[in-house]
């Protein structure tokens, strides 16, 4: 049998002994015990390549007990013996350590800024003949990459556009693929657009082919992988939308990727986040505008970029 490392030995006496942890068992937890635990999440989210807000600690020490639970395993050990080796217990973890809720146009505003502002700005400083790109990173099931794709069929900009989305999770990023979809994620999507840009099916709807080719799936580890990556297509964006992600990250994330953000972005090139994410002005350079769809950030056009503040 395999020797568990001593480290993660001293962990397990940090959790309830012989047995998984479940939810129950992190209510009753002390201060100094949820601390442990918590670091011990920490220590499982790095070897995934996620990080972990302090406010979610709790919540994924629960998800922790629960993968343990299912996969029958007894103590920390063990999984932390198995997690590198295999890549289902690690989509595992992903699934049960990050939130995947999303819906088509959520954040209206924010799509009447990219519409009305956004699109048209990129197109007019865009030479003819070059694509204008555009990145929806922790697109989850795909509604957020495929809205900007309705969005830019209606404005007839599909053929002008390349769009490209990411997310860590497997399952999320095979969910996008299939691009079919119920009422919930249609909840803000009116009957006219349902008509025209998808193909329904009783209570399904399915993305019109046509416009679920023009987005592109890719796995991205934000955080961990290295960005930008131009030989895989990562940079030069004319637009990120990095929305409800880095709410749920650690500040020392948060403060890495908006960096590399910056970096991916195209002189002139905008990044929007939630309003209920994390202010990155402070991180890089950015140009930043509060506007009536919340904080947007921009590389400047020209000129020489002002250091950003550099304290996490
Ligand atoms: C709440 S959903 C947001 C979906 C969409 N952006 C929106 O605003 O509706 C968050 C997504 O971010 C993904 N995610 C979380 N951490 C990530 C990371 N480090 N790298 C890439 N994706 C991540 C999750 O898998 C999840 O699908």
């Given at each position: 049998m395999r020797r568990a490392p001593a480290k993660a030995r001293s962990t397990r006496a940090s959790l309830p002994p012989s047995r998984s942890v479940k939810d129950e068992d992190v209510e009753n937890m002390s201060g100094a015990m949820l601390l442990q635990a918590g670091a011990l999440a920490g220590r499982i989210a790095d070897r995934i390549g996620l990080s972990i807000a302090a406010s979610r600690k709790e919540a994924a020490v629960s998800a922790i007990g629960r993968v343990m639970a299912r996969r029958g395993l007894n103590h920390v050990s063990d999984l932390l013996g198995q997690i590198d080796a295999d890549e289902d217990l690690k989509e595992e973890f992903i699934d049960e350590l990050t939130v995947g809720e999303t819906h088509f146009f959520r954040g209206a505003a924010q799509f009447d800024l990219i519409r009305d502002t956004i699109l048209p700005e990129r197109c007019r400083s865009?030479?003819?003949?070059?694509p204008l790109r555009i990145w929806s990173l922790g697109c989850a099931s795909g509604e957020e990459p495929y809205s900007l794709a309705i969005l830019c069929e209606a404005d007839n900009l599909s053929s002008r556009v390349e769009i490209t989305a990411s997310d860590i999770s497997r399952k999320a990023l095979s969910d996008a693929a299939e691009a079919e979809y119920g009422e919930w994620s249609l909840r803000n999507t009116g009957e006219c657009w349902r008509q025209r840009y998808f193909l329904r099916s009783g209570s399904r709807y399915r993305v019109r082919p046509d416009l679920a080719r023009r987005v592109t799936l890719t796995k991205v580890a934000l955080g961990a992988d290295v960005l930008p990556a131009p030989q895989i297509g990562l940079a030069d964006f004319d637009l990120i939308l990095c929305r409800?992600?880095?709410?749920?990250?650690?500040a020392a994330a948060v403060h890495r990727i908006a960096r590399q953000l910056f970096t991916c972005l195209v002189k002139g090139g905008w990044l929007m986040t939630a309003p209920t994410d994390p202010p990155l002005?402070?991180?890089?350079p950015f140009e930043t505008s509060i506007t009536s769809a919340g904080a947007v950030y921009r590389r400047a056009v020209s000129g020489r970029e002002r250091p950003a503040d550099d304290r996490p």
């Open positions: 865009r030479l003819i003949g070059s409800n992600v880095l709410v749920y990250l650690d002005w402070k991180y890089a």
